[in-house]
């Protein structure tokens, strides 16, 4: 069973650095790859950053590229989320991803393994 749990997360003001962390804390299930996602109030969910759990490969969203690292700590099963330069427009709740779909385009496509959402939120 998996069993995904967010924290981090909170409120910071524009220019600031924030950071997420995913941990699996269900039956370790051979996962490849692990992404986060977003959605701000009104809008689509969107692919923010992944990582191949294997090969340690990462992916980025144009819209986050050189602001965010992602990571992993294969000891605690857990994949972090720091984010810098934090903008209002990265609003939003953040959920984790197990097992995304790496695209063509250097992106993600989520599977149907999700985390219950943190909210991140920047003011001007």
């Known amino acids: 069973q998996v069993q995904v749990v967010e924290s981090g997360g909170g409120s910071v003001q524009a220019g600031g650095f924030l950071s997420v962390s995913c941990t699996n804390t269900?039956?370790?299930?051979?996962?490849?790859?692990v992404a986060w996602f977003r959605q701000a109030s009104g809008k689509e969910r969107e692919f923010v950053a992944g990582?191949?759990?294997?090969?340690?490969?990462?992916y980025y969203a144009d819209s986050v590229d050189g602001r965010v690292t992602i990571s992993r700590d294969t000891a605690k099963n857990t994949v972090h989320l720091q984010m810098n330069n934090l903008k209002p427009e990265d609003t939003a709740v953040y959920y984790c991803?197990?097992?995304?779909?790496?695209?063509?385009?250097?992106?993600?496509?989520?599977?149907?393994?999700w985390g219950q959402g943190i909210q991140v939120t920047v003011s001007s």
């Open positions: 991803n197990l097992g995304s779909i790496p695209t063509n385009t250097g992106t993600m496509v989520p599977s149907n393994y």
């Open positions: 269900g039956r370790t299930l051979p996962v490849r790859t």
């Open positions: 990582i191949n759990w294997t090969n340690n490969s990462t």
